[in-house]
């Protein structure tokens, strides 16, 4: 497989946590940017973190960093060419996958040091 073409995200994100019986909040959906995961145990929300309210539990500071698709389902191994080189480094990530493709979040802090390893990896960063 050849190197990926990847994007930055220009905002940063926020991965906010809510109640398991909590109803999707709207401020979620303001968000041009929304993942949500509702388990038994939690409401999980993603959002760009300029929505997020006052008193909202998150984790803020994340960069995103998108996978140009559209990715197949049949294909294996996208995430780990992009992981295992962080996990080397001991960069910390938040993944999102959609229908077309994966996300991967890493706190702002870490983006040009996870910048160039992807770089020296031979993947592409283009604008988004």
Request: net charge negative.
């Amino acid at each position: 497989m050849t190197g990926l073409i990847l994007s930055v995200l220009k905002e940063q994100l926020a991965v906010s946590q809510l109640t398991p019986e909590k109803e999707i909040p709207d401020w979620a959906l303001e968000s041009p940017f929304l993942s949500i995961v509702r388990t038994t145990d939690e409401l999980s929300v993603v959002t760009i973190t300029r929505v997020v309210p006052a008193g909202i539990v998150s984790e803020k500071g994340w960069r995103c960093i998108k996978i140009k698709g559209p990715l197949s389902f049949s294909e294996t191994g996208i995430l780990s060419l992009l992981l295992y080189p962080l996990a080397g480094k001991k960069i910390p990530v938040f993944v999102i996958s959609s229908f077309e493709t994966d996300y991967i979040l890493v706190k702002d802090e870490n983006l040009s040091a996870t910048l160039c390893i992807f770089s020296e990896e031979g993947h592409i960063v283009e604008p988004d």
